[in-house]
Nanobody, 118 residues
């Protein structure tokens, strides 16, 4: 049974930080590129960051470059998103996403809420 379980969301003041985590199970984690997406109320889901299966390459949305850092631990089947210097516009549900490059097989997590407000 495939599972992607996000954690670490919450309410934080502008300028604050959080560390989002995604624990994967039920598939061969090291074969999959991992991404974080987010969806704000009334908006489409958008790609925030991606890390390749080996961890050698990372890409970020322009809106989060320099503030967010994606990382993974293939031994622990986890992917993390360190989010710093948070802004109210970062408020959204953050989703973990796994995609196998060759086959296109993909999985979504259930999401974790991040709210940035004073």
């Amino acid at each position: 049974q495939v599972q992607l379980v996000e954690s670490g969301g919450g309410l934080v003041q502008p300028g604050g930080s959080l560390r989002l985590s995604c624990a994967a199970s039920g598939f061969t984690f090291s074969f999959y590129d991992m991404s974080w997406y987010r969806q704000a109320p009334g908006k489409e889901r958008e790609l925030v960051a991606t890390i390749t299966s080996s961890g050698n390459s990372r890409n970020y949305a322009d809106s989060v470059k320099g503030r967010f850092t994606i990382s993974r631990d293939n031994a622990k089947n986890t992917v993390n998103l360190q989010v710093n210097s948070l802004k109210p516009e970062d408020t959204a549900v953050y989703y973990c996403y796994a995609r196998r490059p060759l086959s296109g097989t993909s999985y979504w997590g259930q999401g974790t809420q991040v709210t940035v407000s004073s």
